[in-house]
Every structure is written in C-alpha cells, then in structure tokens.
C-alpha cells in the first residue's frame, strides 16, 4: 500500500476557520491560568440560568425557523429521508404480519375511533418492537392480563350504575376485547348542573318540579323506592340498579386474590418502569417541541388556564376571626360534630369572602367541602337554609359533602341506634328532595351546586371488623365499633347510586362518590375505591402497590394529591409520588389539603403548584397538565368544562384537547393517548392470543 | 336506559378464587396488626435480597418455558399478534418511502453489511420514528453533522496513516457519505507478533532478517529514511508517508472551531442523553433476555472470560522488597530519570513474580509499561538485554513503552541539548533494529512483544506555549520550557507513524500510540489524542465536553479507565463516569492504575471489577463487555483475540462476537452495533439532505 501523507497548506483553510481556531487556542490558554479551563467546550449542566438562556435561545432559532418555506421544505425533506434511514436499519420482522388480519379487524375500529389521522401530532415516537413483552413468560402474561382486564370490567360495571366516570379509550378496548361494538350512545356520563346565567338568580325556588309521590324506605342499610305503600307492602321496589352486597363481596374477592398475585404485580411493576422510562425518553426528544406549541399558542400561559382546586374543609379556618362572622355562628354550631379535633372535619367558614378572592383571580375555581354527619335528618335543610340565607352561592365554587366516619362517637353518645340511622339520616333526605321537591325548594335549590360525596377521616385508624357478606348490614350494626373503611365505602357509593338513577329520571344533576384515599393505612381502601368511587383524593399509597397502580393508570382515574399537607402529615415532600405518577401517565391533579394550615402565601393553590414546579422542575406543559386533570376531574358542568378546555374535552387524545384553551401541548395529549392504547393493546393481544393460535394451526 | 345491578352469587365463585380473597383479608388483619400491612402488596424496591431472589425465580421460570414446544408456540403467536397490534397503533406516516429509495440506493449496502439477517437477534427495540432530529433546527442539524463528519475523515485519515484502528461501521458509512464502495482490502489494522509457540523459545534470537542498508536522519523532529547516502543528500527519502506539520495544524483548526461551536455542542449533547437513555430503556426491557443468554452459556462466566490489564508503570512497586529483587537493581538504577517522584514514571520491577501470579489465575493479561526517556540512545538496548537476560517473557504479558514528557528536567540538567535529541534517542534505535535487525538482535527480538507506547506525566501540568505551525520545531526547542501536551503528542505520533510504515514493509509487528489523555488539564488534549491516538487511558474529562464525547464514541475508540486511581487522585469514586459512558456504548475497559498503590487485594484487576460492579450494580453482562473490550482494545495477537473473542473479533455487532467465549450477550452486541448504526445514519441523511431535496423539485 504505497500510501502518502495528503499534504494542506494554511492558506487554503477558510479565513474564518482561522481565526475561531486561533481565539480557541488563545482562550484555552488565558483560562487555563484563570482555572476555569473548560467552560469553553462544556455544556452548562449545574447551572439553571445558563441552561434556560440556552433554551431560550433555541426555542428562538426554532421558532424562527418555522417562519421560512425553504427550511419547511429541507425539513420535510430530511423527514423523509429518516423514514426510509429507519426502515433500513430495522431489521426484517421474522413475524409477517398479513397472516393475522383477518383476525384482528374487531381492533381496527378501536385504533380509529382514537387515532384519527387528521389528529396525528407530528412528533417523536417511541415505540418498542420485536417481543410480545419484556421479561415475562407467556402463561404470566396470560394470567395477568385477564386479571387485569376482568378487575377493569368490574370496575366498568360499577361506574356505569352509579353515573361515574369510565374513560372512552379503556372502554373501546375493552368492548373489543370482548367482540362488542362500542356504542356512543351506551356512554354513561355524570350530569351536572349548569350555573345559572347571568341575569338569573342563582337563588331562584320557583322551578322546583312535581311530587311524584314514591315512597322509600331503608333496608340492610340501602334506601328503595317504591312506587306507592301498596309496592312497598309488596316488597316490590321501583325498576332501579339497587346493589346487592354478595355481588359485591364476590367481586372484591377477585380484585384481592388479583392484587396479591405475583406474576400479575410483576407485570405490572414492568409495565410501570416501562411507562417512566418511555415518558422520560419522550420528553427528552419532544421537549422542545412540545416548547414550541405552547410558544406559538397566544395569549394563554399557566396563570390563566383554569385550575380547580379541590380543596378540603379546613379552608380558612384560621382567617375567620378577621372578618364578618356572626353569619356563620350558626352554621359553625351546627357543623361541630360533638367535640373533636380532627383535621379532616372542621368547620367551614367565611366561604364568601374566600369566593370574593376567587371571583377577583378569574382562573381558579374550587371544590370546598361541607360536612354532613348523619346526627339528624335536619342537618340536609339546615345547611340549605345557610346556604340561601346568606348568599353563598359562587360561580367559582362548587359543593362537596363530606362525611366524616365517626359513627362510634355519635353512637357512644346514644345520639344514634345504629349505623342504619346515620346512613338514612345522610341519604333520606336527599330521595325525600328529589321526589318531592316542591316540598323542600331550599334543599333542592342547594343541590343543584353540590357535586358530589367525600368519605374523610384518619385512615390510618385500624378496625378490626373484616367486611365480608357476613358482616351484620347497618340495620343491625348496633356495636360502639366504627365499622370498617371498606363498609362505609361500599354503603355510601350504594345509596349515591340508587339515588342517581333516581334523579337521572327526573332529569337533576348526579353526584359523585370522592372518597379521601391511600393517604394511609390499609393498601385495601384503594381497592374498595378502584371499584366504587369515581376519583379519589391522596392515593400516596399507590406508591406500594404496583398492581393498584397500573389499574389505576388504565383506568384514568382522576388523584387530587396535595403534597404540601402531605408534607405536614404524613410523606415528605420530595418522596411525594406526585411527580412519578404524573410521568407514568396516572390522572393527577394539585390541591390544597386545609389550605390555610399549610401554606405561607394567600394564592394556596399557586403556591401548590409553584412548589411542586420548583421541586420537581415541572415544565410549562406538566403544570398545564395538571390543570387540565383537575378541571376534567372537577364537578363543573358540561358547559364550563367546554368553555375551559374546549368543546370535544370529553375525547380522549388530541381530539380532545383544545391548546388556546388549556395550553397543554398537542404532542403531550398524542403521547398520553398513544401509550394508553400500546398499554391496553398488551391486553388485548392476551385476550385475542386464543383465537389467533387456533387459526395458525 | 333500564339497568339493573346483576348479581352474583359467592356460591358460584371459585373455591380457589374464595380462599385466597379470605386469606389476603385475613393477612390484612394481621399485618395491620403487626405494622406491616403493605408487605403483600408492594415490590421489594429496597431489598436487594428480594429483588434477586424475584429476578432468579423469574429467570427460572423463562428457562423452564424455553423447553416446552407449547408455550414456544403460543409465543410466537403472542409476537405475531404484537407486530400487527403495534402497526395498528403507529399513526400513518406523513413521509412516503419510495419517492427517496433510488438515492438511498448507496446506502443499502452499508446496512447490508452491518445488519446481515441472519445475525439478527430477537429482542426488543427501541425505536424513534417521526422527526428527524430532536430539537435541533435544519441549519444546525446540517451544520453539526458535517462537522462531525469532517472531524471523522480528519481521524480515519490519521488512522490509515498509522496503522490504527478505525471501526468498520463508521468506516462504511463514511464512504457511502461520499458515494464511495467500502471494500474490505482497503482496511488497515495493526499487527501484532504472535507468542511463541509451545515449544519455541521466546528468546530465540536467530531469525532476525538482513539489513536493508537504509540511511534515517532526523528532520525537524522526524525521522525520515533514505534508500542510502546518496538519497539522502539529494535530499529523496522513502517513498513512506512523512507527516506535515502544517497539515496537522490545518486538522486540528477545523476540530477546535468544531468543539467550540454551539449548534453542534448542542446536537451532540443531545444526541448522547439520547443514547443514555435508550441504554435505560433497551435493559429495562431486554435484562432478562439478556441474563438468559448468558445462563444457557456453559462454562462460561465473568470470571473465566478474558480480560486485559493495560497497567500503568508503578506496577508492583510497594512489593519490590518482599522478592528477590537483586536481578532488577540495575534497572532501577537505569531507569531512575534524575531524580523526581511522579506516579507516571516510577519503577518497573518485579515483573517475573507478577507474570507468575497471572499465568496462574489463565484468565488475566496485563500490559505494563517500561519507561524509556530518552536521555541517551542507549536505553533501549540496555532494556533489551535486561529483558532477555532475565527471562522477563511470559505469554500473558505484552509490554507497552512509556514516555514521560520530562524534557525540562533533562534540558535544566544539560542532559540534552533539546528537545529533538530527546526524540531521536526514543525512535532512532527503533528505526536502526528495523533496518538492520541482524545487528540490533536483543532489541528486534524485545520489540516484537512491545506493542505500543504511552505517553505519561501529570496532565494538569500547564503550558503556556501554544502549538501551531510557528512554535519551533524539535531541533531548535532548546528552551528549558517544557513543549505542551500537542507539542509531545503530534512528534510522538509522527515518527511511530513513520516507523510503523517501515516495519509494515518489512512484514513486522506495528506499534499503538495509547497516551494518558483527559485524566486532567486541558480538554485539547482530548482534541490531539482524537486525532492521531490509536486509543486512551482515562479520558475523564470527555465528560465536560459533549462533541468530543459524542465523536469518541462515533469512532468508538477504546478508553482504558481506572476510577480507582482516579478515586485517589482526581475525582471521587461515584462520580466517575464510567458507568455512563459504558451505558452510552463507549468502548470503556477497565484496568488498574498503579495496581499496589490503590488496590487492597492481591487481585487488583478483579478488585477493581468487583467495586465497579457494586458501586454502579453492574449486570455479568455489562462486566463481560468490559472485559470484551479490553481484549479488543489490547496489544494481544489476532491469533489470540481469535482465541479470546471468536473468530471474526473484528467485526461488529453480534457477527463478530462468540458468546462461548465472551459471555457477552448477542442482544447486547446488536444493540450496540444497531444504536451505532443509528446515530451515523443520522449523520448519512444530513450528507444525502442536498441530493434528495434537488430529486424532489
């Protein structure tokens, strides 16, 4: 190999070439005196400001760039030669795909109904190829994933008798998977109502509807309706869902032997790993274009999307002594449970000076809650009063009723017989409302603004009472003993269900069950809650439970987490999961939890958000997502949820999302809905595995 | 809508279902009781124990299902059914490929080669489709990427020269850049002596071929060789490759503008947290598939494949006085340079004890380094007599010559008039042995087991001399300033390039430049050792500067690390970047630096394997790849690396890996070879963007 050394000469180089080499040289040797040798070549990793400037100014050249055709066209250019670069360096697929066809088309209309094409955001994809899934073997595969798809059917079931929420992606899937056809007009939606218009009096008792003269009465602790005495007399109940508590156990029962099955906690701890690694790489990739949209969306940025904040009922508790009170004595002697000290029961006060702040801060909007204890069946028209007498009502606010669990209290006071009573005295008066509203104008008006149903107190406190179908029902529950957090979750969601269906008929707005849950104790609250409540408050303790959380991600439940009274109480707060939930794609949102106890500034809400901004360097897009999820999660009506996020909020992916409302990235909403589906198409490839070996045979 | 709640009988529920449901409530009491209510639920994240039991119980289980014909059916089908179920999901793609595919035609073969069908692994890949590069504009995209093409042309170029080793993918891809054919006859590889065979005599000294009678004269600190005399007063050398300085310049002006400049900072950073990522990801997935690969290889494990020290010269220092160490007095005393303590030039002894130790444990090469200094042309012939005179020779032993960069010293002493006279002591002798071996027998016969040389000394040392085609060349450098690092490194380089032509004509072994590079100092350093190192020890901080990162690993060029050493002397243990590097699919080895002055054990290179793997939870395979490598990088035989490796060594990706004897996973090696596939595809789009774009008006 005769081979010569290819000579250059100095004067050929590029003039420019030249001198930057020269000034590098020269400054390499003027910082190695001044130690600082490298800043020249290194990229500055520890150091925000210059990182952000960095940013800053590629978000600039990028946006710039989207200004000129010629670059448009380079652009598309050098896409097209990447797609044919990526084919060729993928290896042949040994699996062709053709042979299955025929069997997959009941999962074509799914991926349609979620994908349309004109939906599809222009972005970086990660996707994994070339093993049905990753370090489990084909009968645990199996195994879990008809565990799993039979826990999310039950919890389907449960939603759609109660008017709660289900998510449109998940429900596809899991029509297909059973060879149905997904129908739009088989979706069970809540109903909430509107508030009233402008010039409308939002105190207005003249619209009350007729009686309609049902009768109801409680049995084993759920109220039926009847259509007259004579069909009580009868035992012959109204045509309405009323639940029945061996179903239910039966139904708990597989969701506990599912929970505690390894090669199900296996998968789902893979698939959960998966889910963060996968949200990391794409934001890696897609930052700056997810950057870019929010840059280019005008006159929308975090402050003024909406936020709802569904926020506890200590609220400003500690204000109340600077302001007008005397209104609210009354209301404060009336709340005070007997004399107890609990964070999770306090009293509500001075919600109109707070709503003022809200009206003032146009973008925040919130969730208070109300205390109903089941002492008396005069609390309902009571509090209904309050709320009239003193113009409470805010466009800002909407209603909760929590219901703290101190039966025990009440009943070692002899104020109540039983637990029986506590729940009629919760629930009664609410059917007696609805079917005769005419004769309660106040209560009826009042629930009009309430949204639905808390369940709060300590979870951490221990009974020793195991809820089975031979539990004594609440009739008989006559012992001093609180009953269980599973009894008073399932018996709350039963009355709130029976009670939806009634108000369903006559056309009123529904309520949502909400439980406070997994801030503590038993890891079997979150069970009982991923079968019966719509959305939950907390849910720290998904942290432990790799099986709940994955079906808590598959089933988009909404979590209102509040790390900074988390912080006070119970978790610190950089080991919140917060962060790691939002990544994985779980349905979080940011509240204040006793907002005045545990935080220093007067916009709770934002200092929530700030913190966690701060913390956990949540971007532009995070914080939007975030209250995208607490408005979609929120009691507000149809109408406002289309007026803050858009009219198509209802649509999972893109499609659903309207960016000059909510500011969050078109990528990020393709992301989250592409990555449900490859979730759910795992099971789904389980459930159809049978057919397709049958056919290959 | 009629719905009503359907019901269930626990009759009906599985007994097995039941029990289990009973025995998880019932656990539940208990471990509320006990304090330990989330045991059964939750993922050992913590507990080392756990996990490993979990991870064997589950490997157990993918091996038992290997075996069975049944369960590798239904795989297939679950795999059949994923490739489908994933088209399904992937959104059509906006870019249609045959439009491009007759200019791409260039490119096929590269892949071809690369990625041979047959080598093709089953695991699961992670793939980025969509854009063509993330976050970076056009200009920038195309700017960085020719660049970084330059800066490998530059590199290959100086690797041909010297007999180098450049990889064969990045090699393939840059002559499909430049619509040139890849052919294999073109490729350059070093050659290294073979050992003796079984029953030859290592110190054989009769086959020293004839003298050719050449004339070398030194020539602006290079030596250059004439036919004869005559030639050489006509001023006619060789016709062999004689380096340029000015060319060099021009070289390394385009690579310094090159690491100084933004847009290409930015890609490259970029671009490898990207790879860090993917690594995250691919192991995430494939860890499992991984470690069954290497559980299904018999006999093969960590322990016993191959792996090769590339020790630095303080070997065995602090043991010199436990052994008969009177044999090595003299060369103790010869090798003393003046007198000065420096970890880089301290004393080469007691290698026959140390060599003993390593034929006994048959798994463990080292490579050690003798010092020459150049002071006088007689240090290499002394060096060979002592070699040879006292048996040094084992065949686990390959030696490496390190000089150090201590002109100063000797110049302050008038030891040498300047610095050229410091060159022609190292490289003349070589150059007369070549030439005339029959007359130089002891040093032909030492330097074929010689196969390279290092570079040595305190990096952090400055300079404030500035190395451009005006600094004074090696004849008139008669200061007692020292030269800087480029100054030492370009004329070492330049004269074993020139050296190795020769020998290479003459069908002898070449040599390796492998200097201490970016253990500290001047990041130029890391500029200098890309272009005209074969590889380095260190390289610490290619941490600070993304490009030079990204083209070390574009070049893949071998990075000897030793976190060890540098624990005691320049960076703390953990945040060395080994791990990362090794992660990103930089061709890192592990070796140790001073073995007795850092080490605890006996076993300093298993020692130094031991804390990597527990400090940064390194997997057997990511162990075995290390080793893989520091094979690779070694001065060994093709005959042995053939041995070592397998057969095809020298090929990439899992074609050239023989995982019986390796123990490195096949997934492992293709996904190496595939990502780096990648990456200079990306590189390849942005050289092919103009041709494209004109085929598309």
Chains 1, 2 share one sequence.
């Not at 500055?44 to 400001?49: H, K, L, T, V």
């Not at 952000?52 to 200004?67: H, I, M, S, V």
């Not at 009323?242 to 906690?265: M, Q």
């Not at 439980?515 to 907390?538: K, Y």
Request: charged letters at 25%; aromatic letters at 10%.
């Amino acid at each position: 190999m005769p081979r010569q050394f290819p000579k250059l000469s100095i004067s050929d180089v590029d003039e420019q070439v030249r001198l930057l080499a020269e000034k590098v040289f020269a400054k390499v040797l003027r910082e190695e005196d001044s130690k600082d040798a490298l800043s020249l070549f290194s990229v500055p990793e520890d150091c925000p400001i210059g990182q952000n400037e960095a940013k800053e100014r590629e978000l600039q050249k990028e946006l710039a760039e989207q200004q000129s055709v010629e670059t448009a066209k380079r652009k598309k250019s050098f896409k097209m030669i990447r797609s044919q670069s990526l084919s060729l360096q993928m290896p042949a697929q040994e699996w062709k795909a053709p042979s299955v066809s025929p069997n997959l088309s009941p999962a074509t209309p799914v991926v349609a109904v979620t994908l349309q094409p004109v939906q599809v955001t222009d972005f970086q994809r990660v996707t994994i190829s070339g093993d049905y899934c990753a370090g489990v073997t084909v009968d645990d595969y199996e195994q879990a994933a008809k565990s799993l798809v039979k826990a999310l059917l039950i919890r389907e079931k449960y939603c759609r008798l109660a008017y709660h929420r289900f998510p449109r992606t998940t429900a596809q899937y899991l029509c297909s998977m059973q060879d149905e056809k997904w129908k739009i007009e088989d979706e069970v939606l809540p109903d909430f109502h509107p508030p009233p218009k402008d010039l409308e009096d939002p105190y207005n008792l003249n619209d009350a509807p007729g009686n309609l003269d049902y009768v109801v009465k409680m049995k084993g602790g759920i109220l039926f309706v009847y259509d007259n005495k004579e069909m009580m007399e009868l035992n012959e109940p109204r045509s309405l869902p009323y639940p029945d508590l061996e179903t239910y156990i039966v139904d708990l029962s597989h969701f506990l032997a599912l929970i505690a099955h390894g090669p199900t906690k296996t998968y789902c701890h893979r698939r959960l790993n998966f889910l963060e690694s996968k949200f990391g790489l794409h934001e890696m990739l897609n930052e700056m274009s997810e950057l870019k949209e929010l840059k280019s969306n005008p006159h929308r940025d975090f402050y003024n999307v909406r936020k709802v904040n569904s926020i506890d009922s200590a609220f400003c508790v500690n204000r109340f002594v600077q302001i007008t009170f005397n209104a609210f004595q009354k209301l404060v002697e009336l709340q005070k449970p007997v004399s107890r000290s609990s964070l999770h029961y306090a009293l509500p006060i001075n919600f109109v000076e707070v709503s003022r702040e809200l009206e003032e801060s146009k973008y925040q909007y919130t969730e208070p809650r109300l205390s109903i204890y089941g002492r008396s069946p005069d609390e309902w028209p009571n509090l209904a009063k309050w709320f009239i007498k003193h113009k409470i009502f805010s466009p800002h606010v909407r209603w909760m009723i929590q219901v703290p669990r101190i039966y025990d209290i009440f009943r070692s006071k002899n104020i109540l017989p039983c637990f029986g009573k506590m729940l009629e005295n919760i629930f009664l008066p609410l059917f007696e409302a609805t079917i005769n509203p005419l004769d309660h104008k106040e209560l009826n008006l009042f629930l009009k603004y309430v949204t639905g149903f808390d369940s709060v107190d300590d979870e951490s406190k221990h009974s020793d009472h195991m809820f089975s179908d031979k539990s004594p029902n609440p009739d008989i529950w006559t012992s001093e003993k609180n009953p269980p957090y599973s009894y008073y979750l399932y018996y709350m969601y039963a009355n709130i269900m029976v009670l939806n269906n009634l108000r369903k008929e006559r056309g009123m707005s529904t309520f949502l069950f909400r439980p406070h849950c997994g801030e503590a104790g038993s890891i079997t609250h979150l069970v009982s809650a991923f079968l019966i409540a719509d959305n939950i408050s907390h849910g720290l303790l998904l942290k432990k439970s790799p099986v709940l959380q994955y079906l808590y991600y598959l089933a988009q439940i909404p979590i209102a987490m509040s790390p900074l009274s988390n912080n006070s109480l119970f978790l610190e707060y950089s080991k919140n999961p917060l962060r790691e939930f939002l990544h994985k794609g779980l349905k979080v949102s940011l509240s204040t939890d006793d907002p005045m106890q545990f935080h220093y500034t007067k916009e709770a809400l934002m200092e929530e958000y700030a913190i966690a901004a701060q913390v956990w360097k949540l971007s532009t897009c995070d914080l939007c997502e975030i209250a995208r999820n607490s408005v979609q999660q929120s009691g507000l009506s149809d109408k406002e949820k289309q007026k803050f996020l858009g009219v198509n909020y209802w649509k999972d992916g893109p499609e659903g999302n309207d960016i000059r409302k909510t500011n969050v990235a078109q990528i990020r909403m393709a992301f989250r809905c592409e990555t449900l589906c490859n979730e759910l198409s795992f099971l789904f490839d389980a459930m159809k595995s049978e057919e397709i070996s049958a056919l290959s045979k």
